[in-house]
Protein backbone atom coordinates (compact mmCIF):
# COMPACT_ATOMS: atom_id res chain seq x y z
CA UNK A 1 0.00 0.00 0.00
CA UNK A 2 1.77 3.09 -0.99
CA UNK A 3 1.12 5.91 1.93
CA UNK A 4 2.92 9.18 2.90
CA UNK A 5 3.18 11.54 5.42
CA UNK A 6 3.49 14.52 5.38
CA UNK A 7 4.94 16.49 8.26
CA UNK A 8 6.91 20.05 9.23
CA UNK A 9 4.30 22.89 9.14
CA UNK A 10 3.72 25.01 11.71
CA UNK A 11 3.41 28.79 12.89
CA UNK A 12 6.37 31.18 11.39
CA UNK A 13 6.81 34.56 11.14
CA UNK A 14 7.02 36.18 7.44
CA UNK A 15 10.54 36.21 6.43
CA UNK A 16 10.86 32.50 8.51
CA UNK A 17 11.57 29.65 7.25
CA UNK A 18 10.23 25.93 7.60
CA UNK A 19 11.30 22.42 6.27
CA UNK A 20 8.71 19.94 5.36
CA UNK A 21 8.95 16.21 4.99
CA UNK A 22 7.57 13.76 2.66
CA UNK A 23 8.09 10.26 4.01
CA UNK A 24 6.73 7.61 1.50
CA UNK A 25 6.57 3.77 1.91
CA UNK A 26 5.29 1.09 -0.61
CA UNK A 27 7.26 1.35 -3.49
CA UNK A 28 9.89 1.77 -5.08
CA UNK A 29 11.20 5.18 -4.14
CA UNK A 30 12.98 6.17 -7.58
CA UNK A 31 10.11 4.43 -9.46
CA UNK A 32 7.88 7.56 -8.65
CA UNK A 33 8.16 11.34 -9.03
CA UNK A 34 6.98 13.18 -5.48
CA UNK A 35 5.51 16.47 -5.21
CA UNK A 36 4.73 19.50 -3.48
CA UNK A 37 1.20 20.75 -3.53
CA UNK A 38 -0.45 23.54 -1.67
CA UNK A 39 -3.83 24.82 -1.37
CA UNK A 40 -4.83 28.52 0.74
CA UNK A 41 -8.20 28.66 1.80
CA UNK A 42 -10.72 29.81 -1.10
CA UNK A 43 -8.24 29.44 -3.93
CA UNK A 44 -7.11 26.01 -6.20
CA UNK A 45 -4.69 23.90 -5.86
CA UNK A 46 -1.27 24.27 -7.07
CA UNK A 47 1.69 22.86 -7.71
CA UNK A 48 4.72 24.08 -5.36
CA UNK A 49 8.10 21.78 -6.45
CA UNK A 50 8.50 18.12 -7.52
CA UNK A 51 11.39 15.69 -7.49
CA UNK A 52 12.24 12.17 -9.66
CA UNK A 53 14.43 11.35 -6.94
CA UNK A 54 16.07 8.52 -9.68
CA UNK A 55 17.95 11.21 -11.49
CA UNK A 56 17.39 14.17 -9.01
CA UNK A 57 15.41 16.32 -11.39
CA UNK A 58 13.65 18.77 -10.27
CA UNK A 59 10.62 21.14 -10.92
CA UNK A 60 9.84 24.01 -8.99
CA UNK A 61 6.93 26.86 -9.67
CA UNK A 62 7.62 30.18 -10.69
CA UNK A 63 6.57 32.23 -6.91
CA UNK A 64 9.04 29.47 -5.01
CA UNK A 65 12.24 29.78 -7.08
CA UNK A 66 14.84 31.25 -4.93
CA UNK A 67 13.11 30.51 -1.76
CA UNK A 68 11.90 26.71 -1.75
CA UNK A 69 14.21 24.23 -2.46
CA UNK A 70 13.19 20.28 -2.75
CA UNK A 71 15.36 17.64 -2.35
CA UNK A 72 15.11 13.72 -2.17
CA UNK A 73 17.08 11.03 0.74
CA UNK A 74 16.85 7.76 -0.56
CA UNK A 75 17.87 6.11 2.34
CA UNK A 76 15.21 7.26 4.39
CA UNK A 77 12.15 7.52 1.19
CA UNK A 78 11.90 10.92 2.24
CA UNK A 79 11.23 14.21 0.38
CA UNK A 80 11.93 17.38 1.96
CA UNK A 81 11.12 20.99 1.22
CA UNK A 82 13.17 23.64 2.51
CA UNK A 83 11.32 27.38 2.27
CA UNK A 84 12.72 30.15 3.59
CA UNK A 85 11.78 34.06 3.90
CA UNK A 86 8.10 33.04 3.61
CA UNK A 87 5.36 35.08 3.25
CA UNK A 88 1.57 34.96 3.86
CA UNK A 89 1.10 34.38 0.40
CA UNK A 90 2.65 30.66 1.77
CA UNK A 91 -0.08 30.25 3.81
CA UNK A 92 -1.83 27.02 2.85
CA UNK A 93 -2.17 23.12 3.69
CA UNK A 94 1.06 21.36 1.98
CA UNK A 95 0.38 17.91 0.65
CA UNK A 96 3.01 15.59 -1.16
CA UNK A 97 1.69 13.31 -3.52
CA UNK A 98 3.28 10.72 -5.74
CA UNK A 99 3.09 10.58 -9.75
CA UNK A 100 3.36 6.74 -10.85
CA UNK A 101 5.00 7.96 -14.74
CA UNK A 102 7.79 8.44 -12.66
CA UNK A 103 7.83 12.51 -14.62
CA UNK A 104 7.11 15.52 -12.73
CA UNK A 105 3.42 16.36 -14.94
CA UNK A 106 1.68 17.96 -12.39
CA UNK A 107 -0.93 15.75 -11.13
CA UNK A 108 -1.26 13.41 -8.48
CA UNK A 109 -2.23 9.74 -7.81
CA UNK A 110 -1.08 9.02 -4.01
CA UNK A 111 -1.76 11.91 -1.82
CA UNK A 112 -0.74 12.32 1.91
CA UNK A 113 -2.86 14.27 4.18
CA UNK A 114 -1.00 17.23 4.55
CA UNK A 115 0.68 19.50 6.39
CA UNK A 116 -0.11 23.41 7.61
CA UNK A 117 1.54 26.27 7.05
CA UNK A 118 1.07 29.59 8.25
CA UNK A 119 2.87 32.71 7.86
CA UNK A 120 1.68 35.09 10.38
CA UNK A 121 3.18 37.94 12.81
Known amino acids: EVQLQASGGGLVQPGGSLRLSCVTSGFTFDDYAIGWFRQAPGKAREGVSC????????WIADFAKGRFTIFSDSAENTVHLQMSALTPDDTAIYYC??????????????WGQGTQVTVSS
Open 97 to 110: ATEVTGICEGGGDY
Open 51 to 58: ITPKDRNT
